[in-house]
């Protein structure tokens, strides 16, 4: 690679739509360096990961996973959204020479076996929030944003918005998600999601009133809606009348069946070790005990009560 750029490079900020699988749901961002003379087309991203590392999973859960920066080519960074029909927005920065220069250079210099591993935060330092940290420090100016946003709402309520209220996959993060998860965010914490940065550096300018960005071309996040058939509320409910309809049988016969106890107990269990497991010892932020954890224990007394109350 060129270890100098031309006068009419350009480098831009490239925020990809969210794909099916969880860790994609949240959308991308990466940065894009466009250098026609020197034959340079490369996006460089904070998200690459290896499902390979040894005992992947378990250092996933502890908050343990490394991820490191990426360096492909442009056409193959977007082979994939293309082939998934996931649009990918640009936004062009608005550097001068030198400004662009540098920020080339930080790409390269993070690029290196040396820099470019990091350890993740889903909050803290992902792949939003790395590319949002080098243009602010190469810029060296106050940015400030018009972009209100949803400033104020809570990290609960962000993820939920994208994870879908009524999905598996957001009763699951509520469930492990303890108070920290309910405080309100300030205006950049909010950026470690994709979208958000997008929205707000589209508005961002320097103390002199001049647009951070050149060129904008953006559009909003298509979030998937869940069918009612799929969603948590409809397999609470379906619980609850197959725990009532237990409890009534167990009523009519006057005897008690232990063993729906058991097959609800053991999973509530492991449930509440993950919880204290992660609260204690992982470097996840937002896991803790909340009283949602006591949703389920409440919904199995309640269709109990048919056997219970005489």
């Known amino acids: 690679m060129a270890q100098s750029l031309s006068d009419s490079a350009r480098i831009s900020l490239l925020t990809c739509t969210p794909g099916q699988e969880l860790y994609a749901r949240y959308g991308h961002t990466a940065i894009r360096v466009c250098d026609q003379e020197n034959n340079i087309d490369i996006v460089f991203n904070y998200g690459i990961f290896d499902f390979e590392t040894d005992h992947f999973y378990w ?18 960074f977007m082979h994939e959204y293309i082939l998934t029909n996931r649009p990918v927005y640009e936004q062009t920065l608005r550097l001068t020479a030198s400004q662009r220069e540098a920020l080339w250079k930080a790409l390269l210099l993070n690029y290196q076996p040396e820099h470019r591993k990091y350890l993740y935060n889903f909050v803290f330092d992902n792949c939003a929030t790395r590319p949002f940290a080098l243009i602010s420090k190469v810029i060296g100016d106050t940015l400030l944003s018009d972009y209100k946003g949803y400033t104020g709402t809570t990290y609960r309520t962000f993820i939920r918005h994208y994870t879908g209220a009524l999905s598996w996959e957001n009763a699951g993060i509520n469930l492990l998600f303890g108070p920290k998860a309910d405080r309100p965010m300030s205006s950049e914490q909010r950026l470690f999601l994709p979208e958000e940065l997008m929205l707000y550096l589209a508005q961002t300018h320097r103390l002199d009133g001049t647009p951070l960005m050149s060129e904008n071309h953006i559009g909003l996040f298509r979030i998937e809606a869940t069918p009612w058939y799929a969603s948590w509320p409809f397999g609470l409910v379906i619980y609850t009348l197959i725990v009532a309809a237990v409890s009534l049988f167990d009523r009519r016969r006057g005897k008690w069946s232990w063993g729906l106890e058991v097959a609800a107990g053991i999973p509530y269990a492991l449930l509440l070790m993950i919880v204290a497991f992660l609260t204690f010892f992982s470097l996840h932020p937002l896991v803790g005990f909340g009283w949602r954890l006591l949703i389920l224990p409440a919904v199995h007394l309640c269709a109990r009560l048919i056997y219970i109350v005489r």
């Open 59 to 76: 250092k996933f859960v502890k908050g343990e996973t490394w991820y490191e920066l990426g360096a492909s080519s442009y056409r193959w």
